[in-house]
């Protein structure tokens, strides 16, 4: 099984990604050639004009679907807000993630919100989760659960493919959420991403290795 490990982290504003890894590229472009072949040769790796016209087919055409077995995944911190939107996606899981059920009154809020959120919002969770401390009811653990933020950023593990973030990408790379630009910014710089976004891309100048904007 091919393996590409991405080292390093992209640590932007709104998103932070690490841990980052492909599976199976180089199996599933051979696979991309399987049926015009008699006999199936799984070391085909070579990515030719044609296997790289079928991922850059229209979405829904079918054509694309050798992009499926190409596996991406990584460690991502996403507000509650894009996390909803994230949720749409068939195959974009979530592997796990910190959890507001079982922590929510143990983070430090001055750090656990994206800059959009109101201050005033978040000095009111640090009253409720004081509240709660004094007082631990279920009652009162609900109120600091259902007050929280959408601001709120969840660290979590996903694993998704390559025709997801095609997708992905077509959808979100202009969204008014500045997670989703900065998301599908990085998709531009996964390898060979012009099977994805279907367009060339100067690898000397954007290999996966390079994309650093603040080292981990």
């Given amino acids: 099984m091919s393996m590409i490990y991405l080292p390093n982290s992209v640590h932007s504003e709104f998103i932070k990604i690490r841990s980052a890894a492909v599976y199976d590229l180089d199996e599933s472009i051979a696979a991309s050639k399987y049926p015009m072949q008699v006999e199936p040769n799984p070391k085909a790796t070579d990515l030719t004009p044609t296997a790289t016209k079928l ?7 079918g054509h ?6 190409v596996r991406v995944a990584f460690d991502i911190d ?11 996606y068939h195959f974009f899981d979530l592997v796990s993630c910190n959890s507001t059920m079982h922590r929510i009154t143990k983070f ?18 640090k ?5 709660y401390n004094n ?15 959408a601001g709120f950023t969840y660290t979590m593990r996903i694993t998704t493919n390559y025709r997801q973030l095609k997708t992905i990408y077509n959808q979100r790379k202009t969204h008014r959420l500045p997670e989703w630009r900065e998301f599908t910014d990085w998709i531009r710089h996964l390898p060979h991403s012009e099977l994805i976004i ?14 650093d904007r603040e080292a981990s």
Avoid at 64 to 69: A, E, K
Avoid at 135 to 149: G, H, I, K, M
């Fill in 198 to 211: 279907g367009a060339a891309v100067d690898y000397a100048e954007n290999a996966p290795h390079t994309w």
């Fill in 108 to 125: 430090d809020l001055d750090k656990a919100y994206c800059r959009y959120t109101d201050p005033y919002m978040i000095e009111r969770m």
């Fill in 64 to 69: 694309d679907n050798w992009l499926l077995g």
């Fill in 135 to 149: 007082d631990p009811t279920p009652d009162n653990y609900l109120r600091v659960l259902y007050s929280n933020p």
């Fill in 55 to 61: 991922a850059q087919s229209e979405a829904g055409a």
């Fill in 78 to 88: 996403f507000t509650a807000k894009a996390l909803i939107e994230a949720e749409r």
């Fill in 127 to 131: 009253v409720l989760v004081e509240d």
